[in-house]
């Protein structure tokens, strides 16, 4: 039988210790908030992602105390000037357009350098880390939540559910009962090999999308991205000719990692003392490239509540922030599953430059999406 232990009462208790959770771990302390963080792994943690943050994602993590420019080791990371899209038309004529970020670049980084720089951040503040602990059984009992894993017990004021997609805090709220508008598979792979652009390079074709981030001087990161599992990256990469005569002479750098993307709203994400943040409280389609900051600017806002003691703003204030991305992530899914409507976008970005302009600061959150009009997010009158 396992010896149980009755832990010290922190004012919040997260599950969950990838970003989403030291993110939140790290806003809730800066308020001078006692945290702990429990997760049934060990560090450093892993996800398959695009490893891209773009401007917004690094603004965010200003917020959060960082100043990206010391702070993000230059020798594990690279300098992102833009978006580049490379457009595989049934012509078999690549279609390319880019556009360079307004005001500052984005970074691309390894999803381990990131967790270990927030890890790192997150003891420093004093926030306490029980790895290797399982969610058993979750209770409240007088404003308190009572949290069971398979090492002890745990009574915290605030409980917050950072356990991605499947999220067992979720499911034992009852705040698990969302809508998924979008489903599909990624697959990462890290290639050796010198950046051949600064840019974020996303190539299209009729099988999804294959997303490019140098993310060292000597290193990429290319997520594939499609409503079918492909079978590997090789087999993936032969639906995008372009990237991967880039890739002629490179080799793999590690193990294929997948996961699954969905685009998902939840109608509550809080329930008495209990929060979700990340992909526990929804999600967008990896197209958006959000998924970071998203959760970056999630925790900034619970931080704010959990202080106030007032979960009902988190709640406002988090369908405020997955109001843009959703709005993005829709409408970039139009192009996906339509190859016409993808190579007449393309075009209209390439005749008028200044509309991808304005859809790249709406996408990083420096301007609104209310210039669309009447006609909708591509209007074939718009002039520039």
Not at 136 to 165: E, K, M, P, W
Request: aromatic share 6%; hydrophobic share 40%; net charge positive.
């Amino acid at each position: 039988m396992l010896h149980r232990t009755l832990a010290k009462q922190p004012d919040v208790l997260i599950v969950g210790g990838g970003p989403a959770g030291l993110a939140c771990a790290i806003a809730s302390a800066r308020q001078g908030l006692h945290v702990e963080v429990i997760d049934a792994r060990k560090p450093l943690l892993d996800k398959a992602c695009g490893e891209g943050l773009l401007p917004g994602a690094l603004e965010s993590l200003s917020a959060l105390g960082f100043d990206p420019k010391n702070d993000l080791d230059p020798t594990e990371s690279a300098l992102l000037h833009g978006i580049r899209f490379i457009g595989d038309s049934s012509s078999n004529h690549y279609t390319t357009i880019q556009c360079a970020f307004p005001a500052s670049p984005g970074r691309g980084i390894r999803r381990t350098a990131l967790h270990q720089l927030l890890l790192e951040r997150a003891i420093s503040l004093g926030v306490r880390f029980h790895w290797e602990n399982t969610l058993r059984s979750l209770s409240t009992a007088n404003n308190i939540a009572v949290v069971t894993t398979n090492c002890q017990t745990f009574r915290a004021r605030y409980l917050i559910g950072a356990d991605g997609l499947h999220s067992r805090v979720a499911a034992f709220a009852g705040l698990d009962r969302g809508t998924v508008h979008s489903r599909r598979i990624g697959l990462r792979q890290h290639y050796a090999i010198a950046p051949w652009s600064r840019f974020v390079e996303i190539y299209w074709s009729n099988h999804g999308q294959a997303y490019v981030t140098p993310v060292s001087s000597s290193e990429v990161c290319i997520a594939f991205v499609a409503r079918e599992k492909p079978a590997s990256p090789s087999q993936a990469l032969n639906h995008f000719p372009a990237l991967q005569r880039h890739l002629a002479t490179a080799h793999p750098n590690d193990a294929p990692l997948g996961s699954i993307t969905l685009g998902r709203t939840l109608p509550c994400v809080t329930s008495g003392n209990i929060a979700l943040i990340g992909d526990a409280s929804g999600s967008v389609d990896a197209i958006t490239g959000e998924g970071i900051a998203l959760a970056l600017r999630q925790a900034a806002a619970l931080a704010l509540a959990l202080k106030a003691n007032d979960l009902a703003v988190y709640q406002q204030a988090h369908r405020r922030i997955l109001r843009r991305p959703t709005i993005m992530s829709r409408s970039l899914l139009l192009m996906d599953r339509s190859p016409a409507l993808r190579d007449y976008a393309l075009n209209i970005f390439q005749r008028s430059p200044r509309l991808l302009e304005r859809l790249l600061q709406i996408h990083i959150g420096h301007s609104t999406p209310f210039f669309f009009g009447a006609k909708g997010l591509l209007e074939p009158d718009y002039t520039g």
